[in-house]
């Protein structure tokens, strides 16, 4: 017994001093691994967008709806800036080049509370006015992105196709008449472009910021009189910028 | 007639039939009959209920790959497909291989599928309920009682499984019972007054696929081509309409009328074909196009086709992408989907009419849906949450032209969100909360005006609903499988604003208790 426990003994030494001969007399330095942008992810997004919208013409359709056909001469604009937080979500997939070139495709969603208002004279009834409001709620869009990557850090371009929900309100009182209120839902496609940087502050999760510029050109909205059941056409005509930031969680492609 | 005979039959025996559901719970809580969701897929994978399923209908991970895989998975006690099968064993050996699902499941033995017997994967449901509403339905409900109806409805037949061994089918026949959907009717001069298009047998959901694997350099695709009759039936998520929660429904409450159109509208009364793909086991993506069968087809399936809004101008195209990252036993899912359709509407659906014209105009309907979904596989249970939203934009240009509609655009927006647990493996437990909430614009014409103060109505509805249910038979195999399987579920619904208003809303809070057969 005690022959065996000696012979483990000078076993587990011999043993040792053979690892420790394979140890390197000084550690290498450790090689920094590059972040890999190749994959998948999901995030949120927090920003503010702000809006710019031309309505021809609201005046037109209130007077010459309500009052009588030929009421109104002239055309009247009216551009109310609605502005307002902007909050939502994206999944998207990126593939880095060996060149560090990553190019991608994002889908994002966002819900808006861009909101702006605007007064207006109603000429063809002295005195009255209409209260035309403007909201943006719903901004969605689908993106292809290319950059380029500085290990973990990502600038990039993006442009692609979008939609704006968006809903219109004019409403007042008009002398002798009486209260009116006129509503009016669009969904208006359009295209973004835009551009960032992603920083990736670990091996699963990058924050970003980002603006975006959105255009969704001109075109007619039919409105509805909620009290006489009456309708008109008012055309308007809107750009979006957003400028937002957010957090993605990554998700590696299996093998890599 | 044979039908409402038996149902009037029922509904004088009341209490009988109460007693049926309690004696059918009873028998099913002390059977020592093992089963599974749909028996011809347990049959043809050898796998209990519980391998797909944390609550049928709803599916597990592994429920979603044999799903995705085209129902052609093989390895249970029986042949596969009535051809030579064993390639199905091989592809379902090389989806196991790429995505380590072996691990959840045990391998089948190495048994040659040619020497096993052929049984055609042919299953059938039934359920049976009582329903309560918290107050009696307003007449005339004949051939219903105005309240605590009991009523066995619908019973279904499934052709659920391989036919090759890389196509599949899940394909529904059901039976309506003619007491809880209204049937046709004639006057006492022989003149219809209502739809003569209603049949009680018809076609349900059905998703026939075509599904195979690929490697191409580090990316591994499962892709398919699915054919089906229902948007979202295809889908491999519970969060999508057409297997969203709640998965039986009296038949007999009232439910809120207003929904979006890719929440059913179309279902059964469409056909569509699609191409799909799973990446890396990891990006779900995929495109099918919808178009309504013409008339005569919908007739000849037993489909009333205006039980349809109307006729789908052009190809309505469906989108869904899904993202599914799993760790360990976390399952996350999001992604989005959606439908854009052009209805014509039937230009006169008067019963003595029969126009089958439809208006040149069309309505135009734009969903986008999002939807999230986790689950965690304990020891001995199941955790899911899942959430959902879908956002409807509604351009009606015909149905605003035609005055059937005060607003020329609209919107409708649906949200759920529910809570899931899943208790044992046998005598399981199910407890499912679900919020819900429809709003959208308010239309005069479309939804009625509020007779106190003559605003027009919202289509406005919410409350919450929870469920407990009882599935004897999750995860054992003994004497009986593969044939048998039951749910015993009892349903709670609680409106806290239904069609538009407050007033009354509780008196269609529902009490549904319901046992739920598939042999």
Redesign the interface.
Known sequence: MKKLIVANLLALTLAGQAIAADLPTQAAPPIAQRFNWTG?Y?GMHLGGGFANKNITDPVFLVQDTLIAPGTTTGVTTVSPQPSGVVLG?Q?G?DYEFASSVVIGVE?A?SGSTMRGTRVVGLPGSPGDSALVQVNTD?L?SLTARIGYAFDNVLLYARGGAALA?DQFEISGTLTGIGPYDF?????RFGWVVGGGVDWAFSRDWSAFVEYDYYQFGSTN????D?IS?L?GLVNYSQHVQVVKGGVNFH?W???? | MRGQYFYRLLQRCGFAAIALVGLVALLTIFSTSPATALPSFARQTGQPCGTCHTDFPALTPFGRRFKLMGYTTGGGPYRTTPFSSNAARDVQAEYNRLLGYAETVKAPPPVDDNSKTWVPPISAMAIVGFTHTQADQPSPQDPLNPNNNSVYSPFSMFWGGAITSNIGAFAQVTYNNPGSVAGPSFSSTGQPTSSPFVHTWTWDNTDVRFAGTANIG???FVYGITANNNPTVQDLWNTTPAWGFPYAVSTVAPTPAAGTVIEGAFAAHVGGVGAYTMI????YLEVTGYKTLPFSAQNALGTDPFGAPGLLGNVSPYWR?A?E?HWGRNTLM???FGMYSEVHPWLNIAPINFSTAVDTLADKF?D?G?DSQYQYQGDNYWITLRGSYI?E?Q?LDSS?ASMAA??????LNSLKLQASVALGADNRLVLTGQYFNVWG??DANLYGTDPLTGL?LTPNSNGFMTEIAYIPYGASKSFGWPWFNARIGLQYIYYNKFNGTTVAAQDNNTVFLHAWLAF
């Open positions: 998948c999901a979500a999944i997939c889908g969603v719903f969605p929900g509503r009016g839902l669009d969904n909205v039919l409105m509805t909620q059941g309708s998700v492609w299996p093998g890599l | 580090w990316l591994d890396n086991d990891l990006l992408i993202l990252p999001i992604g989005t734009t986008i999002f956002r934009f351009r605003f005060f607003n020329p655009t609209n919107l614009t308010a027009a």
